[in-house]
């Protein structure tokens, strides 16, 4: 009704208009009573999937041991990281990714809001999750290429109707869990979609923490339009969408470890990488030369959980029948694979710093601070173990100095254990203020 009032109404007089503002008007009241009297639904549209259930989604489609899993799995983790739509995750090609310092970055030409691509083609980074494997993009993007390797077809996912194919995937899906997702989530699976993704990613964004990014950020990495002179003056810088794309990974926000690096292979020998390169391209004969350093980074973190894959997959699991776990090159070199933050420099010394590193980027300044907290915690720790044996060192000093028993080398020694348990009660009262936000620390 409203679609034939917006190509007919507006053709009709002025008066015609107003008395149809009125009907519609009046015809909307009464649809929001019954809906408000139980009638209908009291939501539009596909809900938004909440961040819990898209990581249990994600667990059920990498427990599929079949191809189509490998498919739906990345289609799904792509359109919540990238907040787009799943006609923007569809078009995705080779040559719209790159990687670039610690993440991986794709851009979009062309999309609803933009059907001539005049705006302008900024990149959107994804990052590694190496906490959580089930959402890690770069180890489900890796798993997907070694069932899928890429050939002369530069689409990521390609072929004809693949929206589709994973919206068909995921009904069925969810269609098995109906029951389970109703009673833990209480949300009825019908009201779930491929839209659900991207609303659900932006939600997350905006409303999952209260120390996230910036309203434009998020807007500009999902495409919307901020009207008036917002969108002449608010414009891309990488750093707000950097933190956007390190949230939306699922990384611990309020931790110092939302600033870790992606797993990378340490190889200090020319021979070691060597040995590199000619597994990618014993793997990927068809390698294209954008996906070369993805790639690098993606098989490091295949190597860096190998052991959870095998513990929480199945045997039979597809990934499983790839021949990089037969190929001599990745058993030399997965145990060379290092994780490391991007935070938490304690080399004081401008010689000491080391370069060539790759840069952490999308850090707030919170986990600075939390990451220089922990450091003061560690080497409080180290102080307090390494006071404990005050006491012991004190009276076996006294005793061979030389000095004769008596009552007076014994209240020499009492007053120097208490000086030094004095010591070691202040420091242990220290440890303990600071014992709840370090354990807050791991839990995240």
């Not at 590694?128 to 290429?145: F, K, M, Q």
């Not at 923490?209 to 891309?236: E, K, L, S």
């Not at 190597?303 to 001599?328: D, G, K, Y």
């Amino acid at each position: 009704m409203f679609h034939l009032y917006r190509i007919y109404g507006k053709t009709q007089s002025k008066e015609f208009q107003d008395d149809m503002k009125v009907v519609f008007k009046g015809f909307l009241r009464t649809v929001a009573q019954e809906v408000q009297n139980g009638d209908g639904r009291i939501t539009t549209g596909k809900l938004p999937l909440s961040f819990e259930l898209y990581c249990e989604i994600c667990k059920w489609m990498m427990e599929d041991t079949t191809a189509a899993g490998r498919f739906a799995h990345l289609f799904l983790v792509l359109s919540w990281n990238l907040a787009c739509r799943s006609s923007n995750t569809v078009t995705i090609h080779f040559h719209h990714m790159k990687w670039m310092n610690d993440s991986l970055q794709i851009f979009f030409a062309h999309q609803k809001n933009d059907p001539t691509g005049t705006r302008p083609r900024d990149p959107r980074h994804i990052y590694c999750n190496p906490y959580n494997p089930a959402i890690c993009p770069i180890l489900i993007l890796v798993s997907y290429l070694l069932v899928t390797p890429p050939s002369a077809d530069t689409q990521l996912f390609p072929g004809s109707h693949q929206y589709n194919r994973y919206n068909k995937y995921l009904k069925k899906l969810l269609e098995s869990k109906r029951e389970y997702v109703l009673r833990k989530y209480g949300v009825n699976v019908d009201e779930i979609g491929a839209h659900s993704a991207r609303k659900g990613a932006s939600t997350y964004m905006t409303s999952g923490c209260v120390n996230g990014p910036m309203q434009q950020a998020v807007n500009i990495r999902c495409g919307w339009r901020m009207g008036g002179v917002t969108d002449t003056y608010c414009r891309y810088e990488a750093a707000g969408d950097q933190y956007c794309g390190r949230i939306v990974s699922g990384l611990p926000l309020f931790s110092f470890r939302f600033a870790v690096l992606p797993p990378k292979f340490k190889l200090e020998t020319e021979l070691e990488n060597d040995m590199l390169s000619d597994l990618i391209l014993t793997l990927f004969p068809e390698m294209v030369e954008d996906l070369w350093a993805i790639v690098r980074y993606g098989l490091a973190t295949l190597a860096f959980r190998e052991t959870w894959l095998r513990e929480n997959l199945p045997a039979n699991h597809c990934i499983f029948e790839s021949c990089v776990w037969w190929n001599e090159n990745f058993h030399e070199i997965k145990n060379n694979v290092e994780l490391k933050l991007g935070v938490g420099d304690k080399d004081l010394e401008v010689d000491q710093v080391q370069t060539g590193e790759i840069n952490c980027t999308g850090i707030p300044t919170h986990t600075v601070l939390l990451s220089s907290q922990r450091d003061v915690i560690l080497q409080q720790r180290e102080l307090i173990e390494s006071n404990n044996a005050i006491p012991g060192l004190i009276t076996t000093a006294v005793q061979n100095s030389g000095i004769a028993p008596g009552a007076e080398m014994q209240a020499m020694i009492t007053e120097l254990r208490n000086v030094g348990g004095g010591l070691i009660q202040q420091l242990q009262g220290l440890r303990i203020n600071d014992a709840p936000q370090e354990q807050q620390q791991q839990e995240q």
